[in-house]
T-cell receptor
Framework: KAGVTQTPRYLIKTRGQQVTLSCSPI?????VSWYQQTPGQGLQFLFE???????NKGNFPGRFSGRQFSNSRSEMNVSTLELGDSALYLC?????????????FGPGTRLTVL | DAKTTQPPSMDCAEGRAANLPCNHS???????VYWYRQIHSQGPQYIIH???NNETNEMASLIITEDRKSSTLILPHATLRDTAVYYC????????????FGAGTTVTVRA
């Protein structure tokens, strides 16, 4: 079974721009979670989508948003990019039926903001 | 969230067993212990999880103490490819579906 895929793998943007990242979950998984990883803060939860609805949200500003489509694919958008948004953005998918369902991560998108 | 404590780093000889400890003294009765690892700049990889019984799969074994206040991840025959950061995570029974990662243990397998 194919794993979680993320596109693009690498991205370079400048301050003030916006960016959209994409995540395709494992087939049959309906939950997609997004995480940000930086050297200073480690891995932090952004938000989780299930059946096209945001079900959980972390403590990030409104510049970070997401959505999920009917085929469970998800996109994450960051507007008005700041230097501090440079990070590895990871998505993880799970069945989403129960909180104990295992999350499987994609390879990540490396975003660099100049 | 139930807090976990892991040593910041450890070395292991190739071919030997690697025993990774994790303390989670505030764990509640219905909270699970999960282990993930992250090889440099890749996405975290799920290893194993358990509630109170010991668990084994093709990657590792998980030993949870009877009082559930600590656990040990065992990699039976470490290889150089097992060099990674290993995260011990307690899944909170709040239904919020998120994983809370700590700093983890950096494991270096040496030839």
């Amino acid at each position: 079974k194919a794993g979680v895929t993320q596109t693009p793998r690498y991205l370079i943007k400048t301050r003030g721009q916006q960016v959209t990242l994409s995540c395709s979950p494992i087939s049959g998984h309906r939950s997609v979670s997004w995480y940000q990883q930086t050297p200073g803060q480690g891995l932090q939860f952004l938000f989780e989508y299930f059946s096209e609805t945001q079900r959980n949200k972390g403590n990030f500003p409104g510049r970070f948003s997401g959505r999920q489509f009917s085929n469970s694919r998800s996109e994450m958008n960051v507007s008005t990019l700041e230097l501090g948004d440079s990070a590895l953005y990871l998505c993880a998918s799970s069945r989403g039926d129960h909180w104990t369902d295992t999350q499987y991560f994609g390879p990540g998108t490396r975003l660099t903001v100049l | 969230d139930a807090k976990t404590t892991q040593p910041p780093s450890m070395d292991c000889a190739e071919g030997r067993a690697a025993n990774l400890p994790c303390n989670h003294s505030t764990i509640s009765g219905n909270e699970y212990v999960y282990w993930y690892r992250q090889i440099h700049s890749q996405g975290p990889q799920y290893i194993i999880h358990g509630l109170k019984n010991n668990e084994t799969n093709e990657m590792a074994s998980l030993i949870i103490t009877e009082d559930r206040k600590s656990s040990t991840l065992i990699l039976p025959h470490a290889t150089l490819r097992d060099t990674a950061v290993y995260y011990c995570i307690v899944r909170v029974a709040s239904g919020d579906y998120k994983l809370s990662f700590g700093a983890g243990t950096t494991v270096t397998v040496r030839a």
